[in-house]
């Protein structure tokens, strides 16, 4: 089974960015855990703070993975692109959010990946990549 992880802007400084919203831990060192824990599951990471570079990956990756999750970051509230491009692929796409977006600033309530998701995963911490991987398991 191959699934990608694909990561939104600012997702790049976990560990430093706001340690009381996101934690300390770095995704780098979450990711290496994570296919420790998977280890008959290929994973793949793509992270980009470039909304268009994002676009690519999902059509890059969306008809040849068995899964993607993505974590669109602040474009899930602000891309039509990434959320059309969801919606063009046909590889399922769990959304997974680090924080509740629910408990933050209104803007962050609507999400333009959702509609076309087959899940969502939202203020679990780093864990809710664990819990999309087992979701496609």
């Given at each position: 089974?191959?699934?990608?992880?694909?990561?939104?802007?600012?997702?790049?400084?976990?560990?430093?960015?706001?340690?009381?919203?996101?934690?300390?831990?770095?995704?780098?060192?979450?990711?290496?855990?994570?296919?420790?824990?998977?280890?008959?599951?290929?994973?793949?990471l793509f992270q980009s703070n470039i909304e268009g570079?994002?676009?690519?990956?999902?059509?890059?990756?969306?008809?040849?993975?068995?899964?993607?999750?993505?974590?669109?970051?602040?474009?899930?509230?602000?891309?039509?692109?990434?959320?059309?491009?969801?919606?063009?692929?046909?590889?399922?796409?769990?959304?997974?959010?680090?924080?509740?977006?629910?408990?933050?600033?209104?803007?962050?309530?609507?999400?333009?990946?959702?509609?076309?998701?087959?899940?969502?995963?939202?203020?679990?911490?780093?864990?809710?990549?664990?819990?999309?991987?087992?979701?496609?398991?």
């Amino acid at each position: 089974m191959k699934i990608a992880i694909i990561n939104g802007p600012n997702l790049n400084l976990l560990g430093t960015r706001e340690p009381e919203v996101y934690g300390s831990t770095t995704f780098e060192d979450y990711f290496d855990r994570l296919k420790a824990q998977f280890p008959t599951v290929e994973l793949l990471l793509f992270q980009s703070n470039i909304e268009g570079e994002i676009v690519g990956f999902l059509q890059q990756c969306g008809f040849s993975c068995d899964g993607i999750i993505l974590n669109a970051a602040a474009y899930t509230h602000t891309s039509v692109a990434i959320g059309d491009a969801v919606k063009a692929i046909t590889a399922p796409v769990v959304e997974v959010h680090i924080s509740n977006t629910f408990a933050r600033e209104s803007y962050r309530h609507q999400s333009f990946v959702s509609p076309n998701a087959a899940g969502v995963i939202i203020g679990f911490g780093l864990q809710g990549y664990a819990l999309a991987v087992r979701s496609f398991l």
